[in-house]
């Protein structure tokens, strides 16, 4: 049996072959960035960093490894996110402040050396996004308990930018204090659906009838809350330990699995993959005729296309009642057979994006 020293000596030895190793495939990687440099290429290929994923879990199994999905695809997109930085530099604007939600899912894609800026709010993000001054955008677009958030389907709609990737993170909320007693808290912060998915904790623990301020961030509360004494925030572990603020209780949520889907946003099409899904926004014709989505509907039937969404939203145009639908389906743009119902319905369409579907 080895003793502890021979293991920590193994350790290092091994760390020693991992550094040469990554080292080794960051040189590669910096002749791809010199041949997408050449070629006008993306550097963030989100189906290719997927296959890599893939690939490696299912070898794992195969030599039947001690790490799981989740630990492999947290090591290697740290490893893909130090490699596009030395590709090429790329800014991140994501909705802040820092500390929020949205900031956590923009770290786990683009890891904690890029360049990110906070903005303070969807509109922001995607002014920043399309002036170039970003390359790429992180915004929330639905949660499993409060569902679609409007504003990121309404800028989407308007805007040139594509989805290129979407990443599904669980919500927890922590209750943040710097008040020595339940009793002693007169307001509480959160942003609005903080309070939403939080609504049985706060009447579990009397605070109904404090005084509920909403804010534009979960983050923002803990800025706040740390500020006042006798106020409270609803946000996340990371924002209340970010703004020095003592949480009190941990995942207070109603729904154990609540989760908010995130979409990058960027200006360049992701090649087809083997596990795409699109996203469009339908404006029919005849909406007001019976039978028109049935209609619309029936051509994905057809050509066996399944959908993981349908949504309406109001079109906000014209002062009418008119609705567009926001459609996710399965598989990628320019596949055959989507590209038959697209064409047919080419003026009722706008693509949103293909990009790797991500895991729930
Ligand atoms: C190296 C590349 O660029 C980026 C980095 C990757 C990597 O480190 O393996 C993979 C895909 C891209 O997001 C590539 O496209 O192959």
Same mark, same amino acid.
């Given at each position: 049996m080895k003793t502890l020293d021979d293991c920590r000596e193994a350790i290092d030895e091994i760390d020693n072959e991992m550094l040469t190793l990554l080292n080794k495939r960051m040189k590669v990687v910096q002749r791809v960035g010199e041949i997408k440099k050449e070629t006008g290429g993306a550097i963030y290929r989100p189906e290719r960093e997927k296959a890599i994923i893939d690939r490696l879990v299912s070898l794992n199994e195969k030599e039947g490894g001690l790490l799981n999905y989740k630990a492999i695809e947290a090591i290697f997109l740290e490893i893909f996110a130090v490699a596009r930085n030395l590709e090429l530099p790329e800014r991140i604007a994501y909705l802040g402040p820092e500390g929020s939600f949205t900031h956590q899912a923009a770290e786990s894609r683009f890891g904690a050396m890029s360049d990110y800026l906070s903005l303070n709010s969807i509109a922001s993000v995607f002014k920043t996004l399309e002036s170039g001054r970003? #390359?790429?955008?992180?915004?929330?677009?639905?949660?499993?308990?409060? =569902?679609?958030?409007?504003?990121?389907?309404?800028?989407?709609a308007k805007s040139s930018m594509k989805i290129v990737a979407e990443l599904y993170m669980p919500i927890h909320m922590s209750f943040a204090t710097k008040a020595e007693k339940l009793e002693d808290i007169t307001k509480i912060y959160s942003k609005d659906k903080g309070f939403g998915q939080c609504r049985?904790?706060?009447?579990?623990? =009397?605070?109904?009838? @404090?005084?509920?301020?909403?804010?534009?961030?979960?983050?923002?509360?803990?800025?706040?809350?740390?500020?006042?004494?006798?106020?409270?925030?609803?946000?996340?572990?990371?924002?209340? #330990?970010?703004? =020095?603020?003592? &949480?009190?209780?941990?995942?207070?949520?109603?729904?154990?699995?609540? &989760? &908010?889907?995130?979409?990058?946003?960027?200006?360049?099409?992701?090649? @087809?993959?083997?596990?795409?899904? &699109?996203?469009?926004?339908?404006?029919?014709?005849?909406?007001?005729?019976?039978?028109?989505?049935?209609?619309?509907?029936?051509?994905?039937?057809?050509? #066996?296309?399944?959908?993981?969404?349908?949504?309406?939203?109001?079109?906000?145009?014209?002062?009418?009642?008119?609705?567009?639908?926001?459609?996710?389906?399965? =598989?990628?743009?320019?596949?055959?057979?989507?590209?038959?119902?697209?064409?047919?319905?080419?003026?009722?369409?706008?693509?949103?994006?293909?990009?790797? #579907?991500?895991?729930?």
């Open positions: 970003a #390359k790429f955008a992180v915004v929330p677009i639905e949660n499993s308990r409060d =569902g679609i958030v409007g504003e990121t389907l309404d800028l989407l049985e904790f706060l009447n579990e623990h =009397g605070l109904i009838n @404090v005084e509920l301020i909403p804010v534009e961030s979960t983050a923002k509360a803990a800025i706040l809350a740390a500020r006042e004494p006798n106020s409270a925030a609803i946000c996340s572990h990371i924002a209340a #330990k970010l703004y =020095g603020l003592p &949480t009190l209780f941990e995942n207070i949520e109603d729904a154990i699995d609540n &989760t &908010t889907r995130f979409v990058i946003l960027s200006d360049f099409k992701n090649a @087809v993959s083997e596990n795409d899904k &699109t996203s469009i926004l339908v404006r029919l014709k005849d909406a007001v005729e019976a039978g028109s989505l049935v209609r619309f509907l029936q051509d994905f039937e057809e050509e #066996k296309i399944n959908l993981s969404k349908i949504e309406s939203r109001p079109s906000r145009d014209k002062g009418g009642f008119g609705y567009w639908f926001y459609i996710d389906f399965y =598989g990628h743009i320019d596949e055959e057979k989507i590209q038959k119902v697209i064409q047919k319905h080419k003026d009722e369409v706008t693509w949103l994006g293909s990009y790797v #579907k991500g895991e729930e």
